[in-house]
């Protein structure tokens, strides 16, 4: 979005981007691709929207896509892409779980939005919300609709700020601007990235996405 080109819903499109060209993308993408392939295995799946927590401070739009995986008639959340942190697979009952970067997940019962995925990264009783979904149908021009909104909005946190996350074998790494933070179960490593050669370093080695200078350069953090 940074770099004016948009992102496209169509599958080739999507495959092309993750898969080909190993660059990344966002929940519609991520979790569109992964919806494809949990059906083409043979996976009850269909995709859901979500209202996201952080941040916010009114009741927020639904602008994130994630999947619901029936498996021998137990329902599943399915997350590939919300990158404020790793969401793992969670049956949808209420109940807590420990991803593989330490960090606990819980699903709690929402009078208003149904359910409500929280997260705890200290190790306490400090839960922090992260999204609520229904269960309700979500159809192709929801996802097209929401899509478009959160690519395109004046301010949006996707179109205001650079923003790069990954999931790692032990743990989770995030840039935001040119703040790097990286955790896992044994602890977290902060800093902010001095310049641009660093910038392109930094998402080349630990995320995979390689930029030009003149990309870096229009991200314009310098």
């Known amino acids: 979005m940074l770099l004016g080109r948009g992102v496209s819903l169509e599958p080739e499109k999507i495959f092309d981007k ?12 991520h979790n569109g691709l992964f919806l494809d392939a949990l059906r083409a295995v043979g996976f009850g799946a269909r995709p859901l929207l979500a209202r996201v927590w952080l941040f916010a401070t009114e009741t927020p739009p639904k602008t994130h896509m994630l999947n ?14 919300f990158g404020g942190s ?9 109940h807590e779980v420990v991803g593989s970067d330490g960090v606990r997940h ?25 999204y609520s979904f229904n269960t ?3 159809w192709p021009s929801d996802i097209v609709l929401s899509n478009h909104f959160v690519s395109t909005v004046p301010g ?27 955790s896992s179960a044994a602890g977290e ?13 930094r998402l080349s080695l630990v995320f995979g996405i390689d ?12």
């Open 18 to 29: 993750l898969v080909r060209q190993r660059r990344g993308g966002y929940c519609f993408e």
């Open 68 to 81: 619901l995986v029936t498996i021998n008639g137990q329902e599943w959340i399915a997350d590939a892409g």
């Open 86 to 94: 790793y969401t793992p697979p969670m049956p949808l009952k209420e």
């Open 106 to 130: 819980r699903l709690l019962r929402d009078a208003d939005h149904g359910w409500l995925l929280e997260r705890s990264a200290d190790g306490g009783e400090s839960w922090s919300p992260q």
């Open 136 to 138: 309700t149908p979500v």
């Open 156 to 182: 949006g946190l996707f179109t205001s700020k650079v923003m790069v996350s990954i999931v790692l074998p032990n743990g989770f790494a995030s840039l935001i601007d040119r703040d790097y933070g990286r």
């Open 189 to 201: 490593e902060k800093a902010q990235i001095a310049s641009p050669k660093a910038l392109q370093l």
């Open 211 to 222: 930029l030009s200078s003149e990309e870096v350069a229009q991200l314009g953090l310098f």
